[in-house]
């Protein structure tokens, strides 16, 4: 088992709609939660982070945490074809140094 | 405002060779890391290392060796190329408190033939 896992997609949703990525993770002592998007050819680029159980709102993007289910999600609100990239989890594990990533979802907008 | 710069950014090797991907930092941070990124695959963890000193092994160390020069500097060094290490390589670069936020340098694309 993976210690961070994503569906790899991709995710198809129509300009406007909300989209809904999906991570869950195996170390019940993490702490740290990231989303990183990343253009084709591009590095990581980090867009949220969140620490403690709830939800994060930032702009359009709401990052949500349930550390009891070990479950992490984002949601894009108003989807822009720009939004077109493949989304990482991250989490660091208990210890607070070794940062793990998923696979990565591809999320397409279509216009 | 340089953040995380990699050299090279591409590399062409034959199997057997040796080569080092070199990293620097000048944000001050304590963590560096090294990742190598293969279609489908996400990000993994070669080696990492937590302050100046200290190296430990990631999720897929083997046929690699790392050095952390100075607070600055993490390099990674594979001692005879394997075709199974042509990839994209990452280094980042984060602090230890705060936002934990990893920055990322440009990446490096290895071919190995």
């Known amino acids: 088992q993976k210690e961070v896992e994503q569906n790899s997609g991709p995710l198809s949703v129509p300009e406007g709609a909300i989209a809904s990525l999906n991570c869950t993770y195996s170390?019940?002592?993490?702490?740290?939660f990231f989303w990183y998007r990343q253009y084709s050819g591009k590095s990581p680029e980090l867009i949220m982070s969140?620490?403690?159980?709830g939800d994060k709102e930032d702009g359009r993007f709401t990052a949500q945490l349930n550390k009891a289910s070990q479950y992490v999600s984002l949601l894009i609100r108003d989807s822009q074809p720009s939004d077109s990239a493949t989304y990482l989890c991250?989490?660091?594990?208990?210890?607070?140094?070794?940062?793990?990533f998923g696979a990565g979802t591809r999320l397409f907008v279509k216009a | 405002n340089a953040g995380v710069t990699q050299t090279p950014k591409f590399q062409v090797l034959k199997t057997g060779q040796s080569m080092t991907l070199q990293c620097a930092q000048d944000?001050?941070?304590?963590?560096m890391y090294w990742y190598r990124q293969d279609p489908g695959m996400g990000l993994r963890l070669i080696y990492y290392?937590?302050?100046?000193?200290?190296?430990d092994k990631g999720e897929v160390p083997n046929g690699y060796n790392v050095s952390r020069l100075n607070k600055r500097e993490f390099s990674l060094r594979l001692e005879s190329a394997a075709p199974s290490q042509t990839s994209v390589y990452f280094c980042?670069?984060?602090?230890?408190?705060?936002?934990?936020?990893?920055?990322f340098g440009q990446g490096t694309r290895l071919t190995v033939v």
């Open positions: 980042a670069s984060r602090d230890s408190t705060g936002t934990r936020k990893a920055f």
């Open positions: 170390d019940r002592g993490s702490q740290s």
């Open positions: 969140i620490y403690s159980n």
């Open positions: 991250a989490v660091i594990l208990e210890g607070g140094f070794k940062t793990i």
């Open positions: 944000m001050n941070h304590n963590s």
């Open positions: 290392s937590a302050s100046e000193g200290t190296t």
